[in-house]
Nanobody
């Protein structure tokens, strides 16, 4: 049974930083593709970053250069380091996993989702 639990959200001023964590169980982080997505009120869920089995990463243009996705295989945990946060980054952030296929930013590709953690930038 695959389970994902996010943590690390909160409120921060513009220009600040947060690190989100996603603890995974039911599969090994090293063998899967993991992503971070966000959804603001009234908007569609959008892909933020993903990391493949081989460690190759992908970012949306809106966060490139500010956010860093990583994973700790030993701790079966995925991270999203968010720097230089902007008010437009405010959203519910979700981690997701897919067991097959490549790393991508399309939500429909991912079968497993966490419950989300709120990020608010003022």
């Amino acid at each position: 049974h695959v389970q994902l639990v996010e943590s690390g959200g909160g409120s921060v001023q513009a220009g600040g930083s947060l690190r989100l964590s996603c603890a995974a169980s039911g599969y090994t982080v090293s063998s899967t593709r993991m992503g971070w997505f966000r959804q603001a009120p009234g908007k569609e869920r959008e892909g933020v970053a993903c990391i493949g089995r081989d460690g190759i990463t992908m970012y949306s243009d809106s966060v490139k250069g500010r956010f860093t996705i990583s994973k700790d295989n030993a701790k079966t945990t995925e991270y999203l380091q968010m720097n230089n946060l902007k008010p437009e980054d405010s959203a519910m952030y979700y981690c997701a996993a897919r067991l097959y296929g490549g790393c991508g930013l399309t939500p429909d590709w991912y079968a497993y989702w966490g419950q989300g953690t709120q990020v608010t930038v003022s």
